[in-house]
T-cell receptor
Framework: AQSVTQLDSQVPVFEEAPVELRCNYSSSVSVYLFWYVQYPNQGLQLLLKYLSGSTLVKGINGFEAEFNKSQTSFHLRKPSVHISDTAEYFCAVSDQGAAGNKLTFGGGTRVLVKP | ETGVTQTPRHLVMGMTNKKSLKCEQHLGHNAMYWYKQSAKKPLELMFVYSLEERVENNSVPSRFSPECPNSSHLFLHLHTLQPEDSALYLC?????????????FGPGTRLTVL
């Protein structure tokens, strides 16, 4: 069984400041890692994913994340946020060996970008 | 239309009603999913369909009944629901059911059970 912990439920940040959203996971098997974003009144949209290879993953809208296997973390960062980045962000994992594409999500982090 | 669409976007029903949620994907994908998003809990996977065959039922009560008549359509039939079933129900699709496949989500149906 897997679990995902997003350590911050809410993160207020000023426009043009950097932001880091923390994600830690627990799993007895190798996993794939994902970050999704949910804008108000919309479904989830993939920001980036780590499958293998380089541990630094670049995604859309200037976001990047780093996979750290020893710390079982996959933190998301953006060097300079915009008002339009106000949204809820979800970290998720899927079991590499599972028969189905089953995502386990964290509780989400709400980012509020202030002018 | 493109992507994943869901209807209705909002639904209010009584505990004795029967209703259905509809999801349609226009991406040519082979796998479809239902998720439940409650206010106080993480997103929960409910069902997974691959090529119209149910491959996962995540211990969901029988008052939720999924149907996948073809690879483009997915339904969630609801009956005798409880107030705690009020939530946002999200549909998603992916190319196949591999763990590497990105899931594409619809906007959801906001369900309120009175």
């Amino acid at each position: 069984a897997q679990s995902v912990t997003q350590l911050d439920s809410q993160v207020p940040v000023f426009e043009e400041a950097p932001v880091e959203l923390r994600c830690n996971y627990s799993s007895s098997v190798s996993v794939y890692l994902f970050w999704y974003v949910q804008y108000p009144n919309q479904g989830l949209q993939l920001l980036l994913k780590y499958l293998s290879g380089s541990t630094l993953v670049k995604g859309i809208n200037g976001f990047e994340a780093e996979f750290n296997k020893s710390q079982t973390s996959f933190h998301l960062r953006k060097p300079s946020v915009h008002i339009s980045d106000t949204a809820e962000y979800f970290c998720a994992v899927s079991d590499q060996g599972a028969a189905g594409n089953k995502l386990t999500f964290g509780g989400g982090t709400r980012v509020l970008v202030k002018p | 239309e493109t992507g994943v669409t869901q209807t209705p976007r909002h639904l209010v029903m009584g505990m004795t009603n029967k209703k259905s949620l509809k999801c349609e994907q226009h991406l040519g994908h082979n796998a479809m999913y239902w998720y439940k998003q409650s206010a106080k809990k993480p997103l929960e996977l409910m069902f997974v369909y691959s090529l119209e065959e149910r491959v996962e039922n995540n211990s969901v009560p029988s008052r939720f009944s999924p149907e996948c008549p073809n690879s483009s359509h997915l339904f969630l039939h609801l009956h005798t629901l409880q107030p705690e079933d009020s939530a946002l129900y999200l549909c998603a699709s992916s190319q196949d059911k591999r763990g590497t496949d990105t899931q594409y989500f619809g906007p959801g149906t906001r369900l309120t059970v009175l």
